[in-house]
């Protein structure tokens, strides 16, 4: 595992919150506060982020950046967007 942690400045890089306790993004190498940490799991590709970490790492590669930080999806109202949006 890579060790970012030496690279924590005290703030979120996403929110700029200064915060104690932090993580690292599942999107890519950010370090994020708690807070931003639960919105990306609200993000449609969430679980495609995690399977292709999940799958760096069986190929041995330690290094993987992350399938890319793209913020989170502008809010459809539900009546003008097709049920299949987020599909795939
Ligand atoms: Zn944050």
Request: charged fraction near 25%.
């Amino acid at each position: 595992m890579i060790d970012l942690t030496r690279n924590w400045t005290g703030r979120c890089y996403r929110c700029g919150k200064k915060v104690l306790n932090h993580t690292m993004s599942q999107f890519n190498t950010d370090l994020l506060c708690l807070g931003c940490a639960d919105d990306e799991k609200r993000h449609p590709d969430y679980s495609k982020a995690v399977n292709a970490e999940r799958d760096a790492l069986k190929q041995g590669n330690f290094n993987f950046p992350g399938i890319g930080w793209t913020g989170m999806p502008k809010p459809v109202a539900p009546s003008d967007s097709p049920a299949d949006i987020f599909g795939g």
